[in-house]
């Protein structure tokens, strides 16, 4: 009795990352380039009360199933989902949405390299393209003040025209960067991610090439987050919450009724 | 007066404290990937008691099953998530190489194109031999197909075949992770009726519902059991003072 206690406790705290994870989910819905995370569980290690095929009396009968008892659930994994999110059109012609696999390179306070898909770039004083965190864009894309008119092909060139020479210059090349396992890399906030042993080393290239994505200027790439089915979740969770505490009380209702039979 | 009636009834409610354990552990497991839920069943056994009535009151022992049957498909839309349609398994192997069967299709694939699952035991092929994808710079994750059988390609090129295998005969051993032991680690018998479905994650088979309805059962005969004992118990002081008397 006290077993099913702690099974069902087991079973609450996983639905309670599961209502975590949906949380950041949904608090993430406008977030560009977010991708969702979801919760798997998995069943917990079984304590073998009997062995199947063991004598179970002197007559020589066998049992022939054995007593496993289970011992609850836990979260086994939160695996970041990198269906692509919708494509929205945006006035700034910064703007460049990947279309396919990959993630920008950017260069993190602490010089290591972190990966976003987040493309709402921006130009910084000293004219280099940088992400809405301030984040630089690396291999860095620097842009003189005189710039006219900038495009971005799929390919990643960014040319310009500037005041003086409307001729349009290739100014510099932009690359994208992919992981065989991409589930496996970390997230550090601030929607980027980093790579892990898990996730694998970084696969560089110019967008297009490899199997890496095209960009697409003048677009933003919304969250894969559908709230619709975030919210389906939630019930889910809270019901399976709900039926999960239920159980601690009719454990805790059979411990007093078998405590009450000592008078 | 025989104890023939307290010990039924003990063994009766500590069935019933079994059963509850069970019951929360299919609850605990309500959203778990692959679960099969576990049930309760009485075993009679030949021992216990001399007379004929003993044996018929409480010559039971707790036993559980597992009810295979399906969850339902939840679609992840993850190229390596895959839930399984009929009988059969797949089999993942550890460093040691011990082999478990699963139906936890929750796959990654490791930097060196290994499908490991979330504890990075390799998912093996019908010839019971790891799969490793050549991952070169190309593979393009989106375009991973895998075929009902279970080949995983890219476009026309062949990258694997996952091994269904059918339910071995006997007991299989949970040791969680949705994992079972076959017995004797025999490897099991390919399942040819055995279908793969793509960026679906098959579900916990529990029904919350079922689970709860039994318990409310449980609870009530466990509650009848302890009144039923308590009352023995009173006869027996109303015996004993009856005989004082």
Redesign the interface.
Same mark, same amino acid.
């Given at each position: 009795?006290l %077993?099913?206690?702690y099974?069902?406790a087991?079973?609450?705290k &996983? !639905?309670q990352t599961?209502v975590d994870t949906i949380a950041n989910n949904i608090a993430n819905v406008n977030t560009a380039g977010f991708k969702r995370s979801?919760v798997?569980?998995?069943?917990?290690?079984?304590l073998?009360v009997q062995?199947?095929?063991l004598r #179970?009396?002197?007559?020589g009968?066998y049992?022939?199933? =054995?007593?496993?008892?289970?011992?609850?659930?836990r979260v086994?994994?939160t695996?970041k989902?990198?269906?692509?999110g919708v494509l929205e059109g945006s006035a700034n012609n910064l703007d460049v949405a990947i279309e =396919?696999?990959g993630f920008f390179q950017v260069l993190l306070p602490d010089g290591s390299v972190g990966f976003t898909r987040d493309g709402q770039f921006s130009i910084n004083a000293d004219g280099r393209l940088v992400t809405s965190t301030g984040y630089v864009l690396t291999p860095e894309v620097t842009l003189t003040p005189d710039v006219a008119e900038l495009s971005i092909d799929q390919e990643g060139r960014v040319t310009i025209s500037t005041q003086g020479n409307p001729t349009p210059t290739q100014v510099a090349q932009l690359q994208l960067a %992919?992981f065989?396992?991409?589930?496996?890399l970390l997230s550090a906030g601030g929607n980027i991610v980093t790579e892990t042993? &898990?996730?694998? &080393?970084p696969?560089v290239?110019q967008p297009g090439a490899? =199997?890496l994505g095209t960009l697409k200027q003048g677009f933003i790439e919304r969250s /894969?987050v559908e709230i619709v089915n975030e919210l389906v979740s939630l019930i *889910?969770?809270q019901?399976?919450y709900e039926? /999960?505490s239920?159980?601690i009380q009719?454990?805790d209702? @059979?411990l007093s009724?078998?405590t009450?039979?000592v008078r | 007066m025989a104890d023939y009636a307290e010990i039924a009834l003990t063994r009766s @409610?500590s069935f019933?404290?079994?059963t !509850?354990?069970?019951?929360?552990?299919n609850?605990?497991? #309500?959203?778990?990937?692959g679960?099969k839920r576990?049930v309760s069943q009485a075993?009679p #056994?030949?021992?216990g008691f001399a007379s004929e009535l003993g044996q018929r009151l409480g010559s039971v022992?707790?036993?559980?099953?597992v009810d295979w049957s399906s969850g339902s498909l939840t679609p992840?839309?993850?190229p390596?998530h895959i839930a399984l349609q009929g009988d059969g398994f797949l089999l993942v192997q550890n460093e040691s190489g011990q082999q478990y069967l699963t139906r936890?299709g929750?796959m !990654? *694939?490791?930097?060196?194109?290994r499908l490991v699952n979330? #504890?990075g035991e390799q998912f093996l092929d019908p010839d019971g031999a790891p799969i490793s994808l050549s *991952?070169d710079?190309?593979?393009?994750?989106?375009?991973i197909k895998i075929a009902p059988d279970g080949s995983i390609a890219v476009g026309d090129l062949s990258l694997g075949q996952l091994g269904l295998f059918a339910k071995p005969e006997?007991?299989l051993?949970?040791?969680? !992770?949705?994992r079972y032991r076959a017995?004797n680690n025999a490897r099991p018998a390919l399942a040819p009726d055995t279908r793969v479905s793509q960026s679906n994650?098959e579900r916990?088979n529990v029904d919350?519902l079922t689970?709860?309805v039994h @318990?409310?059962t449980?609870?009530r005969g466990?509650?009848a059991s302890?009144r039923a004992?308590?009352g023995l118990?009173n006869m027996k002081t109303q015996f004993i003072q009856a005989m004082n008397s």
């Open positions: 009795m %077993k099913s206690l099974t069902t087991t079973g609450m &996983a !639905q599961m979801q798997t569980f998995e069943d917990l290690l079984y073998t062995a199947p095929g #179970v009396d002197a007559s009968s049992s022939p199933i =054995g007593l496993q008892i289970g011992s609850g659930s086994s994994g695996t989902i990198y269906t692509p =396919g696999d %992919k065989i396992n991409p589930a496996g042993a &898990a996730s694998g &080393a696969i290239g490899n =199997g /894969n *889910v969770a019901r399976a039926v /999960n239920r159980a009719t454990s209702q @059979m009724t078998a009450s039979i | @409610m019933l404290a079994e !509850q354990a069970a019951i929360s552990n609850l605990a497991n #309500v959203d778990s990937t679960y576990r075993l #056994v030949s021992t022992a707790y036993q559980e099953r992840t839309g993850e390596l936890n929750a !990654q *694939v490791t930097p060196d194109g979330s #504890v *991952v710079a190309g593979l393009p994750r989106a375009e006997g007991i051993t949970p040791v969680g !992770q949705s017995p994650l916990s919350a689970e709860m @318990m409310i449980v609870q466990f509650d302890s004992l308590m118990g």
